[in-house]
């Protein structure tokens, strides 16, 4: 007789097949313990068990007096390449490298893969970029600093989603964002601080989302290069 730990194994597997053939999707909500215990026929327990591993692999969550559900984005860890436990001073200027190298062709990517209605997105995001910049040239409160940086951070990592999800590529979608989680800590510095009150923080994007329009390839590899490359300077990065 197998034993449970290998049968819960089993078990997960199969709703993790459940979930990669499409019988589920995000969002949807596990059948209950009994039911999948009779569709499986094994034990309740054992169906218990499947479900903390998965959860444990953050495939599915559970919601307290609702049920389990699939996550948004099954298997997906904020911290999945282990980047908390690198040596920081090596972390980050290896981060900028790998930025350097992927993003921008995945902008590129983006130019001709794009449907409008994303880059439209990222043209009303422009909009809010530039209208903080404004907000944050007239603040004089370290207070109201923090809450705006922090909803510019919120822009800025919208901004670039769209072309991200623009390149049709299911990897830089999930790559590149955990590079941009974790280079924000690190976007904290005075110097970058004061880059985010300049109007040249806005012009950058606007000339990558012009060069974009325009799939001028090589003008968006060079623009996103310098963008990065000039955030990596003012973050103390490079």
């Known amino acids: 007789m197998a034993s449970r730990s290998l049968i819960s194994e089993e078990i997960a597997n199969k709703i993790k097949n459940m979930i990669i053939d499409g019988e589920m999707r995000e969002g949807d909500r596990l059948p209950s313990e009994q039911e999948l215990a009779n569709q499986f026929d094994v034990s309740t327990r054992s169906i218990r068990e499947a479900v903390k591993l998965l959860v444990s692999q953050n495939v599915l969550e559970v919601r307290r007096g609702i049920g389990s559900f699939v996550c948004s984005k099954p298997g997906f860890s904020s911290d999945p390449l282990g980047f908390e436990f690198m040596n920081i001073e090596k972390l980050y200027p ?6 350097l190298i992927l993003e921008p062709e995945v902008f590129v990517m983006a130019a001709h893969r794009g449907a409008k209605k994303e880059f439209q997105k990222a043209a009303r995001i422009l909009k809010d970029i530039q209208h903080m910049n404004q907000q944050l040239a007239e603040s004089h409160t370290q207070e109201k600093d923090e809450e705006l940086f922090q909803k510019f ?35 904290r510095s005075p110097s970058f601080k004061s880059f985010r009150k300049s109007p040249d923080f806005y012009s950058r994007h606007q000339a990558i989302y012009d060069a974009v329009l325009a799939k001028d390839d090589q003008l968006i590899r060079e623009l996103c290069r310098t963008h990065i490359r000039s955030g990596g300077k003012e973050g103390n990065l490079l």
Do not use: G, Q, V
């Not at 290896?94 to 930025?99: P, V």
């Open 153 to 187: 951070w919120e822009y800025d990592i919208a901004y670039h989603s769209c072309f991200y999800k623009a390149s049709r590529n299911e990897i830089a979608n999930r790559f590149l964002p955990i590079i941009l989680n974790t280079i924000h800590n690190l976007y």
């Open 94 to 99: 290896d981060l900028m490298e790998i930025r």
